[in-house]
């Protein structure tokens, strides 16, 4: 007898509604900065401060790119970069791309999500391997699973891990992929090591930049950049416009042959309608002021809020983990308790989200806390009173078994 997928779908709500693991979307009708304006989830409307966002400079905002995008003459992308949707913002926003992280070719998607899985769908296919992280981004995963080829995944961070689970593929085409900066665990991946077991194992490195570029590196270049690496030893990496730079959208980056690799071949940039020129005419306005001196000082001032925090945390002995990104995890262990301690937060007037499984590991729900360079002193001073005023039984726990 055939299932049904309405019993199906109905098990699996109830099983979310369980084990406290239902999403909700909120509406944030007006930002201002870092205060946002949030429909709650009982209809009301109330300002929260936000710690939440990927906006990690605060470049959303910023004057020069939101009149870049105003100026632009289309709306729409009208077609796909092949077809006749490849407009003179495209083209110049791929040189600034190109130009900014030293490397021949880059190639625009519509998101970071979308990118991945063009780039794995159009290198690898049955008798080939991919081996990642076993914390890489979602969209990493997927990609590999289209593409049909060998997925496997070795422990996080663990470059020696890497390099056995190449070695035991020894047959067919090879990429390890990793992100830089893990999205909901804030570390970086030890990219210098993962680049010479690519050399070894004769594998592709591909290295999602997505919570790295803009911040991290000479003039925001990234994490391939601060590891000291280049595009002879990391021929392809991902940038995203949706985190530190403000707006939406991907680009793809590296060598002249693989990106046309990807132009020729990727489904995901072949059958899809190009961004809207004013986007990329708003990311290009992004991109020269992450590389300019207010640049610099943005990352300055990230840099001493992520400091901020970190000191006053400790000094409230709760147990971070052991990031040096914007990104700041609170491990808390259960669902319930995560979601407690962010209803309490949201109280006091902090918007934090609470992280749960399937996001992260079971066991290793968690408040995930990020910071930007638009973060005041005393806003980040004020979320960690409202930390250190929860009930006790809310009391962050460290993270055990993930």
Not at 266 to 274: D, E, F, P, Q
């Amino acid at each position: 007898m055939r299932a049904r997928l309405s019993d199906r779908i109905a098990a699996q709500r109830a099983r979310r509604e369980q084990n406290q693991r239902t999403r909700v979307r909120r509406t944030c009708l007006r930002r201002d900065g870092v205060r946002c304006e949030v429909v709650g989830v009982d209809g009301a409307r109330r300002w929260l401060l936000n710690f939440c966002s990927n906006d990690y400079l605060g470049l959303s905002q910023h004057p020069q790119v939101l009149a870049a995008l105003h100026a632009a003459a289309s709306a729409g992308g009208t077609a796909s970069h092949l077809v006749c949707g490849h407009a003179a913002e495209h083209a110049v926003l791929e040189q600034a791309l190109c130009d900014w992280q030293q490397a021949p070719r880059a190639l625009l998607f519509s998101s970071g999500y979308a990118a991945n899985l063009a780039v794995l769908q159009a290198l690898l296919g049955q008798g080939d391997v991919c081996v990642q992280d076993r914390r890489n981004h979602a969209s990493l995963i997927d990609g590999a699973r289209l593409a049909g080829c060998t997925l496997k995944r070795y422990p996080h961070g663990d470059a020696d891990g890497a390099a056995r689970q190449l070695g035991a593929h020894p047959h067919g085409a090879a990429v390890l992929a990793t992100d830089a900066v893990f999205s909901m665990d804030g570390d970086i991946a030890p990219l210098r090591e993962l680049a010479a077991v690519a050399c070894t194992q004769d594998a592709l490195l591909y290295v999602d930049d997505a919570h790295g570029a803009g911040v991290l590196g000479p003039d925001g270049c990234g994490s391939v950049a601060a590891a000291g690496l280049g595009v002879d030893q990391v021929p392809l990496r991902l940038v995203t416009f949706g985190k530190a730079l403000g707006g939406v959208g991907a680009a793809v980056i590296g060598t002249d042959a693989l990106v046309e690799h990807l132009l020729q071949t990727a489904r995901a940039a072949i059958y899809t309608t190009a961004m809207p020129p004013a986007q990329a005419a708003a990311t290009a306005a992004a991109l020269a002021v992450v590389q300019s001196a207010e640049g610099d000082a943005l990352r300055a001032r990230l840099q001493e809020n992520i400091a901020r925090f970190r000191s006053g945390a400790a000094r409230l002995g709760l147990p971070l983990l052991p990031s040096v990104t914007a990104i700041q995890p609170l491990p808390v262990g259960e669902d319930g308790a995560a979601l407690a301690l962010s209803r309490a937060l949201e109280s006091c007037g902090y918007w934090v989200g609470a992280i749960r499984p399937p996001t992260v590991p079971e066991g290793g729900a968690r408040l995930r806390i990020t910071l930007s360079a638009s973060h005041a002193d005393d806003q980040i001073d004020g979320l960690l009173a409202a930390l250190a005023q929860a009930p006790e039984a809310l009391t962050p726990r460290p993270r055990t078994g993930i």
